[in-house]
């Protein structure tokens, strides 16, 4: 029986994985045939998702699992995915032409820190780091399996070597990425490639273009069935607060103050839930536990840090201008609970006063929806928020803007 604990920003590792295995089963079947973008907005479980591929891979597959979050050059990724590889000695016993490769730039590995094979690495391929790390790449077509490269936070790597770098660079950082992907010799290896932010909004930013992407088979990681968040609940409560009997009421009061079942927000409601019932020093939880768990800690000051990556995004995202009329937008959506796409449409036109172009507002509802602020009903044409935690947050903190 699954007992799933807290583990709230953290990798869900093991029984704390709750009910993935769907979407799990869905990623090896297209990894069978071709590579796989994850998409989710931040704080799904999409990396807990991508660890569980990684650490039980299906036969036949050698899998390496590597977080781009930190990097801000494509040298970075090079010398980081080289120095798995090289990490793994079954892989450096079956393709000898690594050896002989890695040989040439430090000499013998295993009288070397990996550390220090990582930063050599880098800088032998600083200057030419499309040819050596396409040269390395091919080397694979030796071993006799198939491998897997599991690579998180992708866009975030992006926007970095843009920052950093400047546009070009990511660009052919991406142009590069997809002929190794395209390779003929290299149609064993897999690429499952995940990103929490709106991978779209980076391309256009680059002027890639969606084209970079296209080989990749996209698949979606959704909030919890509402039948599959219920049982999450219970045994959540049972296992951290060794609570046996949960009467209906109190999960529809999870439920009701949460919004779409995400783990991340049930997970820090349920936490603050059990502290608060051990302060009143009760044995169970009860309705009023819990809305005062909700409305004074999980929205209080102490737990901010918990969402304020869902607002100072926004600057990452966009210049000025564009940050200030999104979050005004947000706040419109917030403050009224449902907006017809043409009243938003009229505000945004208002707030950029000429100085945006229509189709701005596009991209920028685009990237709101992908970070899950808010979610666009077609049948009636209008955006609300889908997680009432984050809407009653930015209510809370945020309903400031004016304009």
């Known amino acids: 029986m699954e007992k799933p604990s807290f583990v709230i920003g953290n990798i869900a590792k093991g029984k704390d994985l709750w009910n993935r295995h769907e979407e799990i089963k869905i990623i090896w079947k297209a990894l069978e045939k071709t590579s796989v973008l994850l998409k989710a ?14 650490e039980e891979p299906l036969e036949g597959f050698k899998t390496f699992f590597l977080d ?45 820190e990996i550390a220090d094979v990582r930063l050599k690495i880098k800088d032998e391929i600083r200057k030419d ?19 897997l490269f599991t690579i998180d936070e992708l866009p975030v790597l992006i926007q970095n070597i843009k920052k950093k770098s400047g546009k ?15 390779t003929p010799e290299l149609s064993k290896v897999r690429w499952l490639v995940g990103g929490s932010i ?39 409560l049972k296992n951290e607060g060794q609570i046996k009997r949960l009467p209906t ?4 009061k999870f439920l009701e103050l949460i919004g779409a079942p995400i783990p991340y927000f049930i997970q820090i409601l ?14 169970t939880l009860n309705n009023e536990i819990i809305d005062k768990a909700y409305r004074e800690e999980v929205l209080g000051p102490a737990s901010r ?70 979610n666009f009903n077609p049948g009636t044409n209008s955006y609300s928020f889908t997680t009432n935690i984050l809407r009653d947050w930015w209510l809370r903190y945020y309903d400031l803007v004016e304009g």
């Open 198 to 236: 709106g991978i779209e909004h980076i391309l256009e930013k680059v002027e890639a273009g969606t084209k970079v992407i296209n080989d990749f088979q996209i698949i979606r990681v959704g909030a919890f069935s509402i039948e599959d968040a219920k049982e999450y609940i219970k045994k959540l």
């Open 41 to 54: 907005p931040r704080r799904f479980g999409k990396t807990s998702i991508m660890y569980r591929v990684y």
């Open 249 to 252: 009421s109190i999960i529809d």
């Open 270 to 283: 349920a936490k603050e839930s059990l502290y608060e019932m051990e302060r009143q020093k009760y044995k």
């Open 168 to 182: 070009e660079s990511a660009h052919d950082f991406l142009h590069w990425f997809r002929a190794v992907r395209q």
């Open 305 to 374: 840090t918990y969402f304020e990556h869902y607002f100072t995004r926004l600057k990452d995202y966009y210049d000025e201008k564009s940050e200030k009329v999104a979050k005004r937008l947000i706040l419109e959506v917030a403050r009224k609970g449902e907006v017809k796409k043409s009243e938003l449409f009229r505000l945004f036109r208002h707030l950029s006063k000429g100085e945006l172009k229509d189709e701005v507002f596009i991209h920028v509802m685009t990237d709101i929806e992908n970070d899950f602020y808010v």
């Open 68 to 112: 781009t979050e930190g990097m801000a050059e494509p040298q970075d990724f090079l010398s980081a995915l080289i120095t798995k590889i090289l990490s793994d000695s079954k892989m450096r016993s079956k393709i000898s032409a690594i050896g002989r490769w890695i040989k040439s730039i430090t000499g013998k590995i295993d009288e070397i």
């Open 129 to 147: 780091w499309k040819e050596k790390g396409l040269d390395f790449i091919s080397r694979l077509s030796e071993y006799d399996g198939k491998i």
